[in-house]
């Protein structure tokens, strides 16, 4: 895997601990794999740690969460996984990393698979600490509940206070734990050797390491985050909490680059969204992931978006959906209630309304009249279907694939096309219409009459 080049010619790992057995999220998905920004947050994590230019990145999972491992192994490879079996606290989550990391000399950056909103930029500043140990704080809105710092004048740490054993000066301390810390491999795993579980739980913390540091004289420092970014999520109310910021951030980055929303806060974007300066995105559309819009076109109210490409000038919705493989060309339409899926469509090309495309080819400027449907499945195969450039489909037709509908060609409205139509021809498909003199108004005087009988 290729990783971006590291700032800095010190070596650098990361250990993500993804251990936690996360009950509190009451969820049948284990914790870190519930996604933010469509992504889930243990690959959050995994960014981070590559954009870092981390060269080896272990993940801790748990014994109890074979999904975690499988979803690792599937990214990373079996050798970034590490087991902690039993989990018996934070320092015993890092240890179980020792193995995985044999024979790396560089520095070593810990983070969480429950921190989705932590990003390269915000760590970077805990590698180059030298012969010591970085922990990563913030300034706290509310800092109850979270472990303080204790820096000195010269901007030492001198020791992390958990919120129960804190002294009333220290509880008015802002600046707060985050969890994440950084060290030389060698001196992390020798400091961990030592931390002791004689504490209440019987685990063993990471944050001891601070405290063991400065036994032998290691130098330990903080740097600061902002409190959003080391937001981690518990439950299901933290986890929208993240979503909210997520969305908070991509929307505003969307705007700077010049997207015009009228309506922010009703779009929902996901961590991989792209949309070009100069497009128009009305209110309440959604774009899943694997979504990208070139500059200039126009997203209209209530469509849904997913690994779907729109070009310049196209224009999509009121109430259209666009599924994987959609690909719309310069100036297309896909208009109210369409569903578009793995279907590209040529430049100029319409489906106005109420109109599903699944498995095909569109060519440029041809028109899918409302109602039309391309037949794709036959509940066994998916089969492609194709209309040709300037070709016109009439409304209420269903194209039953693989079908192919030549260049110029007609297709008459209500028809059911099961073969091939030639450039430039008309085909009809449609049962011939008869009419019977009088029949209606003697069935209905008939059935008024039957009514009356029984009243």
């Not at 700077?256 to 974007?269: E, S």
């Not at 106005?352 to 449907?373: C, E, F, P, Q, S």
Request: proline share 4%.
């Amino acid at each position: 895997m290729t990783r971006p080049a590291n700032p800095s010619a010190q070596r650098r790992a990361a250990i993500i601990l993804a251990a936690g057995q996360g009950t509190r999220m009451k969820s049948l998905v284990p914790k870190v794999l519930h996604p933010v920004g469509g992504r889930a947050m243990l690959d959050h994590a995994i960014d981070a740690a590559e954009a870092l230019g981390c060269e080896r990145v272990v993940v801790v999972v748990g014994a109890h969460s074979p999904e975690v491992r499988a979803h690792v192994e599937k990214r990373l490879g079996a050798a970034a996984i590490a087991v902690q079996d039993p989990p018996l606290g934070t320092g015993h989550a890092v240890r179980a990393a020792e193995t995985a990391l044999a024979g790396f000399a560089g520095e070593v950056i810990i983070t969480y698979g429950d921190v989705p909103l932590l990003k390269a930029r915000d760590i970077e500043a805990a590698f180059g600490g030298g012969e010591g140990v970085t922990v990563v704080g913030f300034e706290a809105r509310d800092p109850t509940g979270y472990g303080r710092l204790l820096i000195d004048a010269d901007g030492g740490l001198e020791a992390i206070v958990e919120h129960k054993e804190a002294s009333p000066d220290q509880l008015k301390i802002t600046a707060c734990n985050s969890g994440v810390m950084a060290a030389p491999a060698r001196l992390l795993f020798e400091l961990l050797a030592e931390v002791r579980n004689d504490n209440a739980k019987g685990e063993y913390y990471l944050t001891d390491v601070v405290a063991l540091a400065r036994e032998r004289a290691a130098p330990t420092r903080t740097v600061m985050a902002d409190e959003d970014a080391v937001m981690g999520v518990n439950a299901q109310s933290e986890l929208a909490a993240a979503e909210a910021l997520f969305q908070k951030v991509r929307r505003e980055d969307l705007l700077a680059a010049g997207v015009t929303m009228a309506a922010p806060d009703t779009v929902h974007v996901s961590w991989d969204t792209e949309i070009g300066g100069g497009t128009t995105v009305e209110p309440y559309v959604v774009f899943g992931p694997g979504v990208k819009i070139a500059a200039g076109a126009r997203i209209r109210a209530f469509s849904h978006l997913e690994g779907a490409t729109v070009a310049a000038g196209a224009e999509v919705g009121p109430y259209a959906r666009l599924r994987p493989g959609a690909d719309l060309g310069e100036g297309a339409r896909v208009g109210n209630f369409v569903e578009v899926k793995n279907v590209r469509m040529a430049a100029g090309a319409k489906a106005n309304h109420l109109a599903y495309l699944g498995d095909g080819d569109v060519g440029a400027k041809a028109n899918i009249g409302a109602g039309t449907i391309f037949c794709n499945y036959d509940g066994f195969f998916k089969h492609r279907t194709t209309v040709g450039e300037g070709a016109f489909v009439g409304s209420n037709s269903s194209l039953v694939a693989p079908v192919s509908i030549g260049a110029g060609a007609m297709v008459g409205s209500g028809s059911v096309i099961t073969k091939d139509v030639a450039p430039g021809d008309l085909a009809l498909a449609r049962g011939q219409q008869t009419a019977k003199p009088g029949w209606a108004a003697k069935f209905m005087d008939m059935m008024r009459a039957k009514k009356a009988a029984k009243t």
